[in-house]
């Protein structure tokens, strides 16, 4: 990659970091909001569902036109599409002005769905980008790199959010603070989409049109990778996202943790960060390295990345001494990946199966081992979602933006898998709810290998695209 195209994918990758960073970031808003509107914990968990619908709503407004015989994207360009949805999330940032100045809890959740209606188109049009930017062959690989960096702003977002509203990392006081707090970060925010939006604009980003005119109809559906990987895709989504959403209800348990809700945190931030080591190792494929240093780096970046985890939380006051006990399932998963991490196919298979042999150990055991082996999930997710959608998408041909679409509102299986599992432990208990993962996990084992023996039947050579013209 030229050092031209090195700056234009450094300004693409840009975007990845505003989705982590904002997402994460909720997750500070909830309890403000909360206290400041006396709503119940039903009415403060509207807030992520706000955020998250409008990835559903966006692409399935997409679809629509797709299926139509439109496609509005690829009349106006990936690299435009892309300035579009962060000129809408911008003005999602800026209606916090009004809902704060109002004290509306409804129009902090408008503008919570406009960002996120932003980011959904977005979405759309980044992850097929990157893969086509560049050999694609290493497609996948790039979305890695692109994946760390939207790991790096689920790692830092709450932290910074937490001091722009309480102005204290580690003891906030929600009961002093007021919802005047969120205007300046909100200002910041929206300055943050401009610039980058002017960035994309002044680069010399190819603006990709696909040159093969779109059918009306359900045309993208008649390709079964495609058809699985939605369900992978809705699945692999929902058991990330549904680890830690139960997390707080299994650390309660006396046979974990007994932890009250507000000393979680630290692992909370440790499961995210661990999305960020595996991404960051992935990311390593990118770069034109000699196999002995490629080797080398990704036993040593694993360590990086987690010491940086150890330092955030450190800041935090947080008491991280326990987080010794996931160095074990870091070095397995870097020996995957020095293993497998060139075939996205086989690293999905691999890493899925043993994400159910450590879900089975946690169901199993107890108390810090079984915390651990849960924890050790945001591992193996770390580098799912690429190797998902780029076997998906692999030879959609015309389709791939209405496919993009299809695979973006599967991010629909956040909100659903969660709740399935909260319901599963009001039935039993937050431990053996659980098991939500284990069937999680060995649905898309499944589906990594149906999906490589479908494509050696059809004698293709599995590339990360080979989808979009430049």
Not at 190 to 203: D, E, G, P, R, W
Not at 334 to 343: E, N, P, Y
Request: net charge positive.
């Amino acid at each position: 990659m030229s050092s031209k195209n090195q700056s234009s994918f450094i300004a693409l990758i840009t975007v990845f970091f505003f989705w982590g960073f904002v997402a994460a970031s909720n997750g500070i808003l909830i309890p403000l909001f909360k206290d400041k509107f006396v709503l119940t914990n039903f009415q403060s968990q509207l807030i992520d569902t706000a955020f998250y619908i409008s990835y559903f709503v966006g692409s399935l407004l997409y679809f629509g036109f797709s299926s139509a015989g439109t496609d509005p994207i690829n009349k106006i360009g990936y690299k435009n599409a892309l300035i579009l949805g962060l000129l809408i999330s911008s003005i999602g940032a800026l209606l916090f002005i009004p809902a704060a100045n109002q004290s509306s809890f409804i129009l902090f959740m408008i503008a919570l769905f406009t960002i996120g209606f932003g980011f959904a188109i977005q979405q759309i049009v980044a992850n097929p980008f990157v893969i086509n930017f560049g050999d694609p062959s290493t497609g996948s690989q790039r979305l890695n790199l692109a994946g760390g960096i939207n790991s790096f702003g689920t790692t830092i977002g709450p932290v910074l959010l937490s001091y722009a509203l309480f102005g204290n990392i580690n003891t906030p006081d929600i009961k002093t603070s007021s919802l005047d707090a969120v205007i300046t970060p909100a200002i910041i925010l929206c300055a943050l989409f401009l610039i980058c939006s002017a960035v994309l604009y002044f680069s010399s980003l190819p603006n990709i049109r696909n040159t093969e005119k779109i059918e009306s109809g359900l045309g993208a559906l008649k390709y079964p990778q495609l058809v699985w990987g939605m369900l992978a895709i809705f699945v692999y989504v929902g058991v990330e996202v549904t680890i830690q959403s139960n997390m707080g209800t299994l650390l309660e348990l006396q046979s974990i943790k007994n932890l009250p809700k507000e000393k979680i945190s630290h692992y909370i931030s440790l499961y995210w960060g661990s999305l960020m080591i595996g991404r960051w190792v992935g990311a390593l494929e990118v770069f034109k390295l000699k196999a002995i240093t490629k080797t080398i780096l990704k036993l040593i970046v694993p360590l990086i990345a987690f010491a940086i985890i150890l330092g955030v939380n450190y800041l935090r006051g947080s008491d991280v001494c326990e987080f010794v006990y996931h160095l074990p399932a870091i070095i397995g998963v870097s020996v995957l990946f020095v293993l497998f991490g060139d075939h996205p196919a086989k690293t999905l298979t691999v890493l899925a199966l043993c994400a159910v042999l450590m879900m089975t150990l946690g169901l199993l055991t107890s108390g810090t081992v079984a915390l651990f082996c849960f924890l050790s999930g945001g591992l193996f997710c770390s580098v799912m979602w690429p190797c998902i959608f780029t076997l998906a998408i692999n030879g959609l041909g015309k389709y791939t933006n209405q496919a993009s679409s299809l695979l973006v509102m599967m991010i629909l299986g956040g909100a659903i898998i969660p709740p399935l599992q909260g319901f599963i432990a009001d039935l039993t208990n937050p431990h053996l709810s659980y098991v939500t993962t284990l069937f999680c996990f060995a649905y898309l084992a499944i589906y990594g290998f149906m999906v490589k023996s479908f494509y050696k039947k059809q004698g293709i050579e599995l590339k990360s695209s080979d989808s979009v013209t430049h």
